[in-house]
Nanobody
């Protein structure tokens, strides 16, 4: 599985961005996809995960109510809509796949990482 994320950039606090991640492979719809992020000097952390069908999602408490994960299986693409952005959301964002589920959202559950995309939120 190869993952390519894009859509990062510089935005003011309170603004919005949408990240996209395109995955290779014919079985995209059969596995969970997730988003993680890593801020400077911090460990990579879970942001959101979505089931293969898109019907089940889970979010980190820090982004709940502000971020929305979705997917379009016809396009092999998973999205992360980020609203009401805060300076503390500044990080490199990575899309991920592997053994993720709503109950397994740790870094160890990821087998495939996309190249990160930088999101910078200015105050």
């Amino acid at each position: 599985v190869q993952l390519q994320a894009y859509g990062g950039g510089l935005v003011q606090a309170g603004g919005s961005l949408r990240l996209s991640c395109v995955a290779s492979g014919r079985t995209f719809s059969s596995y969970y996809m997730g988003w993680f992020r890593q801020a400077p000097g911090k460990e990579r952390e879970f942001v959101a995960v979505i089931s293969g069908s898109g019907s089940i999602t889970r979010y980190a408490d820090s982004v709940k109510g502000r971020f929305t994960i979705s997917r379009d299986n016809a396009k092999n693409t998973v999205y992360l809509q980020m609203n009401s952005l805060k300076p503390e959301d500044t990080a490199v964002y990575y899309c991920a796949a592997g053994s993720l589920t709503t109950g397994a959202t740790n870094v160890g559950a990821v087998s495939y990482w996309g190249k990160g995309t930088l999101v910078t939120v200015s105050s």
